[in-house]
């Protein structure tokens, strides 16, 4: 079945550590996606990638950082840079800018 | 920069009931689309309306667009408890690097 895939559900971190969260997809989808969710604040747009080896910062870019080195996979490093980085983190995959979004299940992240 | 912002923040209706939604937006967009949200889940796309289209329906749901407000509706007819969740409205910005941004959200609480 194809779909979108984010690992681990739940993440606990420790202060001063770097992270990464992992997110496929077998959707053949050109462009991926990393939001943060916090209550109230909606979906905020960490980066995306319209295509391999290339990506953007989004509006909260800053204390994060990915890499797109094949279609399938856009992992998420949070680094000790981010201040604030517990959140409920999304990943998701359209055709670039054709069609809806798929959406991974989501990773919690806590730091402990 | 959130370019979505969707009213009311919060919507109770009693089942049976109709629940209509708002989405307005700032920038030009190549189509906006309307997502789904349960606790603590991934989104659900639900519909996606061009930027030359006015209206589109997929079975309960209705989405209007009026690209020279700026702003689009999505009416859930005839509403369930299950339709209970988070809904967001999120616009494909035109442009060369289009990304998609979602806004905060609303919440929907539908009475048995």
């Known amino acids: 079945d194809g779909g979108i895939t984010q690992s681990p559900k739940y993440l606990f971190r420790k202060e001063g550590q770097n992270v990464t969260l992992s997110c496929e997809q077998n959707?053949?989808?050109?462009?991926m996606y990393w939001y943060r969710q916090d209550p109230g604040q909606g979906l905020r747009l960490i980066y995306y990638s319209q295509i391999v080896n290339d990506f953007q910062k989004g509006d909260i870019a800053e204390g994060y950082s990915v890499s797109r080195e094949k279609k399938e996979s856009f992992p998420l490093t949070v680094t000790s840079a981010q201040k604030n980085p517990t959140a409920f983190y999304l990943c998701a995959s359209n055709r670039g800018g054709v069609g809806g979004a798929f959406f991974g299940q989501g990773t919690r992240l806590t730091v402990v | 920069s959130q370019q979505g912002e969707e009213d009311p923040q919060a919507l109770s209706i009693q089942e049976g009931e109709n629940a209509t939604m708002n989405c307005s937006y700032k920038?030009?967009?190549?189509?906006l689309q309307w997502y789904r949200q349960n606790s603590g889940r991934g989104l659900v796309h639900l519909i996606l309306?061009?930027?030359?289209?006015r209206e589109k329906h997929s079975g309960r749901l209705r989405v209007t667009l009026d690209t020279s407000k700026k702003s689009s509706s999505l009416l859930i007819t005839a509403s369930r408890a299950a339709d209970t969740a988070s809904y967001f409205c999120?616009?494909?910005?035109?442009?060369?690097?289009?990304?998609?941004?979602f806004g905060k959200g609303i919440t929907l609480s539908v009475r048995p």
């Open positions: 999120a616009t494909d910005a035109t442009g060369a690097n289009s990304k998609l941004t």
């Open positions: 920038t030009s967009i190549n189509n």
């Open positions: 959707l053949n989808h050109d462009a």
């Open positions: 309306i061009r930027s030359n289209e």
